[in-house]
């Protein structure tokens, strides 16, 4: 049976070895790469200076926490969309209207 749906390989434009940290109401949650590059807010990575080397204890390593402010995609899709800093996970390009019915944001997309 042949595979169908998701079978692009996804994007990642920074670096996945870091943590990934999103920021929701003003507290940071630590998240996986795979909704990181589909948040829709702030985000930040935290990684080593130096990796440490055997022997050397945990405490001592020093780390670096810089912000991220690459591209945001659907989530499980290399589509990009623009950031609008919803503080959410974009599962969809479209916004839904109070009719019920999704239009295309042509500033989103």
Request: with cysteine; aromatic share 12%; glycine share 6%.
């Amino acid at each position: 049976m042949e595979k169908t749906g998701n079978t692009a390989k996804l994007v990642y434009d920074f670096s996945t070895s870091g943590v990934c940290e999103v920021c929701i109401k003003g507290n940071w949650y630590r998240t996986t790469a795979r909704e990181f590059r589909s948040f829709d807010g702030e985000r930040r990575i935290t990684e080593p200076i130096k990796q440490p080397g055997l022997g050397d204890q945990f405490a001592d390593t020093k780390f670096h926490t810089y912000p991220y402010n690459g591209p945001v995609y659907v989530i499980q899709t290399n589509l990009e969309v623009i950031r609008m800093d919803t503080e959410t996970i974009v599962t969809n390009p479209y916004i839904e209207t109070k009719s019920n019915k999704s239009i295309p944001i042509s500033s989103r997309t």
